[in-house]
């Protein structure tokens, strides 16, 4: 996927902001020229040897006409916080870029909006519609003819199968799965390791299994089975 160099600005001084440099630098044709935070939050001058300045002037010293964005924000609030600094960038008039790593699996018809964050190792199948603003952290499987809508968080080791849709403001822990032709719903929250098998309603929290601990040492066992349990 050939990219237009461009020089962007990055939001936060968190280690997201610091992986996202780390990503753009090493694996991108874009150039990080500086750091962006709110007024509030601005304690230094630079981060990561790049200047760091107010998000409110920040198109007074790096205008929009020149520069582009990036805003790797964390899913908190069901990722409401990113959305609202997402709409403000855009506001201020900014392109905001995406990043899908070089050793993630895509194929060229891959359809995907702004501000997207794709790590490596994801496995995005042919078809597959992902919108704005969405984080998919390394070693997920998305599977073809799904829509993923915006404002999703999904992290690692993630199972969306088929010809799926997820809604805007959906969270996915660690090792979670979703049956095939299955809709979730918006905002819902899908737990480390929960298993979506029938469309959810908004807003529902999904928790996965927790792990059964027997009365018995690991060292005793000779081998795992449900027989060992008894």
């Not at 007074?60 to 409401?80: A, G, Q, V």
């Not at 891959?110 to 597959?128: R, S």
């Not at 999904?206 to 060992?228: A, E, N, T, Y």
Request: net charge negative; charged share 25%.
């Amino acid at each position: 996927m050939k990219q237009e160099r461009k020089k962007i600005v990055i939001f936060g001084e968190s280690q997201l902001a610091s992986l996202a440099h780390f990503y753009f630098k090493h694996d991108s044709a874009h150039e990080v020229v500086a750091f962006t935070v709110d007024k509030k939050y601005l304690k230094n001058n630079s981060f990561e040897n790049l200047p760091l300045v107010a998000f409110e002037d920040v198109e007074k010293e790096y205008p929009p006409s020149e520069f582009s964005m990036f805003l790797p924000i964390s899913f908190k609030r069901m990722s409401h916080l990113r959305r609202e600094k997402y709409e403000i960038a855009k506001a201020k008039g900014y392109n905001l870029v995406s990043y899908v790593s070089s050793k993630a699996t895509t194929w060229p018809d891959l359809d995907i909006g702004d501000n997207c964050f794709i790590f490596e190792d994801n496995t995005i199948q042919p078809y597959v519609k992902i919108g704005n603003n969405c984080v998919l952290w390394s070693g997920n499987h998305i599977g073809h003819h799904t829509t993923i809508k915006d404002h999703v968080f999904i992290t690692s080791h993630v199972v969306i199968s088929g010809a799926c849709v997820i809604e805007d403001h959906c969270f996915f822990g660690v090792n979670a799965t979703v049956r095939d032709e299955t809709t979730v719903a918006e905002a819902t929250l899908v737990a480390m390791g929960a298993n979506i098998i029938a469309d959810t309603k908004p807003r529902e929290i999904h928790l996965g299994q927790k792990s059964k601990v027997i009365d018995k040492q690991s060292i005793d066992l000779d081998s795992i089975s449900h027989k060992s349990e008894g």
